[in-house]
Every structure is written in C-alpha cells, then in structure tokens.
C-alpha cells in the first residue's frame, strides 16, 4: 500500500511541475488567438482545454477540469462552424486564462 501511495506522490508531483508550462501555453495560444481568430488556433486552443480537463480533474484540480470541460464543448462548437460562427471575445479568452490560473495557483484541489 506504501509502494502505491509514493508512486501517486510522485505523480502528482511530477504534475504540479508542469503546471507552469501549461500556463504559458495557455497564455501563448489566447495570445495568438487574440491576434487571429484562424480555425487552427482555436484547434489548438481545444487540444490543450481537452487534454487539461481530463488530467486536472485526474490530479484534483477540479475547478481548471470544470472551466476546461466547458470550454472543450465551446471550442468544439466554434471549431465545427468556423468561420460561420460569431468571433470569441477577448473578454472571454481572458476569463478562461484568468480562471485557470486561479484554479492552478490556487491549488484548488478537491
């Protein structure tokens, strides 16, 4: 039992310290989407939301797989009717990055 719960420290320790890098990329790929709203940059917005949602959620940090899961569905939708559908709002590229920060950084792990 010992052997199991240090490999699941391990694992999430080895999580928490990629946290960074998915911030940054976070903040990358909303910065070229503010720039252009292009099919591929919301492509690659989904990817890193769905890939998130589901490792967040893994690891504990509920609040990020909550707002990822959200936007997974929102993207989906945009990405399946681009260019047809109505522009993201930089209000709301900054709120999805605003609340993953705080869901991150705040450790809000339940």
Not at 34 to 49: D, I
Not at 55 to 80: N, P, R
Request: proline residues 2%; hydrophobic residues 40%.
């Amino acid at each position: 039992m010992s052997d199991e719960l240090e490999l699941s420290k391990e694992l999430l320790d080895a999580y928490e310290r990629t946290v960074s890098e998915k911030i940054l990329l976070f903040e990358k790929l909303i910065q070229d989407l503010r720039k252009e709203q292009t099919k591929p940059n919301l492509e690659a917005l989904h990817f890193l939301v769905h890939k998130i949602s589901g490792s967040a959620a893994f690891y504990g940090y509920q609040a990020v797989s909550s707002i990822c899961q959200e936007w997974d569905i929102k993207l989906l939708k945009k990405i399946d009717r681009f260019p047809n559908e109505e522009r993201l709002s930089l209000e709301e590229l900054d709120l999805l990055l605003l609340k993953v920060k705080t869901g991150f950084n705040r450790n809000e792990k339940k």
